[in-house]
């Protein structure tokens, strides 16, 4: 007796897979699930300033540090302080961003520092704590 190997052939061929997508669906929204209740969210306002509160740093809070990547020259009043740079960055006097001037120029890896009235350059800036 011979086996027709061939209608066998033809009628593989002609069946398609079906997949089953809900399975699928429910394990991905079992996921989600469990990302949303396991995460926190927080809210952040419009009115930030960008730096952050005093509540949330550690000790001292007077220098604010200016990371630019390629930073090579910083300039303040006309005074060069490019000595202040460590790993690219600088650290800012709080009266320097609330009531001075900062030009920042990452084309070129340039600050230009204009301090409030009565603040010396050597105030202004300090060499970032490591």
């Not at 011979?2 to 052939?9: F, G, H, K």
């Not at 394990?27 to 005093?54: A, E, R, W």
């Amino acid at each position: 007796m011979a086996i027709d190997t061939q209608s066998y052939r033809r009628k593989l061929r002609g069946r398609q897979a079906r997949v089953n997508l809900v399975p699928l669906i429910d394990v991905i929204f079992t996921i989600l699930i469990f990302l949303m209740v396991t995460s926190s969210f927080q809210v952040v306002s419009d009115t930030s300033s960008g730096k952050p509160d005093v509540s949330q740093t550690d000790g001292n809070s007077q220098y604010y540090l200016l990371p630019v990547a390629g930073l090579t020259t910083v300039t303040v009043n006309g005074v060069d302080m490019s000595s202040y740079i460590r790993d690219s960055a600088i650290a800012v006097h709080t009266n320097v961003i609330d009531e001075g001037e900062i030009i920042i120029k990452p084309k070129d890896g340039t600050i230009i520092i204009t301090t409030p009235e009565g603040m010396s350059p050597y105030e202004a800036v300090h060499v970032p704590e490591t």
